[in-house]
């Protein structure tokens, strides 16, 4: 009697083991759906977002600061700072090898503002931008400031530096090298932007989950 009792009781769960495995599986196969959909929309937007020519700036601000990553950057930046669009200039990611002498060397029309007003950080990468920016601007009492970058960077950028800076009014001017405008959409271009846009979610979740990530205690 009792291993009848027993055998049921395991011919009875089995059915429900069953259903419960179906139901994860489409669960989950629905959040992969839902989240995939999210991503789509998502890159949607951010392409339509992204910025497709060199903006022409309606005001000045305190300071400029250019993030490296392509030589047009550097020399934007310069231009702007002689225009006086800015007080000061903060080249942020520069190789350890670069500084106001060999900026100098390359741009000669540019020395004398370079030596007086050019400043140079060696961060990383674009949240090492972001912290180093905040501690220039602090130091220098910059309450706005013109960002310097890539169009297609220029998101990701400008929400590392505004959650640094959150009291900082942030003004673009998205720089286009002759070799992405003359770069097909399709397929390296794709690419580019496709990572962008996973970097910038990701770094949107960082600030989300750690939002003091890089600030000082």
């Not at 009848?4 to 196969?29: E, H, Y």
């Not at 839902?34 to 005001?59: C, H, M, N, W």
Request: aromatic share 6%.
């Amino acid at each position: 009697m009792v291993e009848s009792r027993t055998g049921d009781r395991n011919q009875n769960t089995r059915p429900v083991a069953g259903r419960l495995l179906r139901f994860l599986g489409r669960a989950t196969f629905v959040l992969c759906i839902g989240g995939a959909l999210v991503l789509a929309i998502g890159f949607a937007r951010f392409v339509q977002s992204l910025p497709t020519e060199e903006s022409k700036l309606d005001r000045n601000a305190d300071g400029i600061v250019a993030l490296t990553g392509g030589a047009s950057r550097v020399v934007d930046a310069l231009e702007l700072l002689a225009e006086k669009r800015g007080q000061r200039l903060l080249i942020s990611g520069a190789n350890p090898s670069t500084n106001a002498k060999e900026i100098s060397r390359l741009h000669p029309e540019f020395a004398q503002i370079v030596h007086c007003c050019v400043d140079f950080d060696s961060s990383l990468n674009t949240l090492g931008n972001a912290v180093e920016t905040r501690s220039w601007a602090l130091r220098r009492n910059v309450r706005s400031l013109i960002v310097v970058t890539s169009g297609y960077h220029m998101p990701r950028a400008l929400a590392e530096i505004g959650h640094q800076l959150p009291g900082v009014t942030l003004i673009a001017f998205p720089v286009f090298s002759e070799q992405l405008k003359a770069e097909p959409w399709w397929p390296d271009g794709l690419r580019r932007v496709t990572l962008e846009y996973l970097k910038y979610v990701f770094a949107h979740l960082r600030m989300r989950i750690n939002p003091g990530a890089g600030r000082p205690d």
